[in-house]
């Protein structure tokens, strides 16, 4: 859990338990694994137990949601960055029920609920047709093909926001009329980005043009995250001595601090509901 977190599309993060176990090509070199596995905590695989939070855990986003009222601005809040709420396991229906009843106590915060299983979303989660309104649900899309399997499932769920983690970025992405733009009833928001770490794969800038192209076409908000460990080598202010060629693009392994966020000259912070900064 992070007050004021580093992650740069969210104010805080909040994890109702720790661990997971890989379901996709985006699972390989998973973030969440190789930070629990750093600090000691073995919570990863079908067969690992996760890790649960004491009382006091769960009253910070009680605090935050205070702060954010007596502010009057809404904060977001990512659930859950080292886990998936909607990992259907026995042992976590007890700490999702407690997630709901939190959810709705904290009108002031809105909740972006990320996963890679979205066919488990309706039968877990228990709002039904009418969800609250301090919800965003996201899901994982990182090439064409668990697009295709992920997002007719999650246009389908009457979230206030829907959008999308395409992070790590493994390939070009053609959403086509589920980016219907701010507002409407498809996708309203586009997160991309590419791996981070030195086993990382790299990303064709092409691939990021074609999904900002898109949403600047349909109006859906895009927030480009990062280059990830992979950065065009133009960027790059000091000369590196690793350098690939990916589709006729020279790449250099910078390391994500260094490769920075810059996209054609800018940096993309969209967000995808006005009244929600």
Not at 34 to 39: C, I
Not at 236 to 242: A, G, I, S, V
Request: net charge positive.
């Amino acid at each position: 859990m992070a007050k004021d977190s580093k992650i740069e599309w969210t104010h805080h993060t909040f994890n109702p338990w720790w661990g997971c176990a890989k379901v996709s090509p985006a699972c390989q070199h998973c973030y969440a694994e190789a930070w629990a596995k750093r600090v000691g905590s073995s919570v990863w695989g079908k067969s690992a137990s996760r890790r649960f939070f004491g009382d006091a855990h769960w009253k910070e986003p009680l605090r935050w949601n205070r702060e954010a009222a007596d502010e009057q601005i809404r904060r977001r809040v990512f659930c859950a960055s080292m886990a998936d709420v909607f990992e259907r396991r026995a042992d976590l229906h007890i700490w999702r029920e407690r997630l709901w009843k939190l959810i709705e106590e904290t009108p002031a915060l809105d909740w972006l609920l990320l996963t890679k299983r979205p066919q488990n979303v309706r039968s877990l989660a228990p709002w039904g047709d009418s969800w609250p309104e301090n919800v965003w649900l996201g899901c994982t899309v990182e090439n064409q093909t668990w697009a295709e399997k992920r997002l007719p499932i999650l246009i389908q769920i009457p979230a206030r926001v829907r959008f999308l983690s395409c992070e790590p970025l493994l390939g070009p992405l053609e959403l086509g009329p589920c980016l219907a733009g701010n507002g409407s009833h498809g996708i309203q928001w586009v997160i991309a980005g590419g791996e981070s770490g030195a086993h990382s794969r790299p990303m064709n800038p092409e691939w990021v043009r074609l999904l900002r192209n898109q949403c600047l076409q349909s109006g859906t908000a895009f927030h480009f995250k990062q280059w990830g460990h992979w950065v065009p080598e133009e960027l790059l202010t000091e000369h590196q001595r690793k350098v690939i060629v990916l589709d006729g693009h020279r790449l250099a392994a910078a390391g994500k601090g260094k490769a920075g966020r810059l996209l054609d000259g800018r940096t993309w912070d969209e967000l995808p509901c006005k009244g929600h900064a």
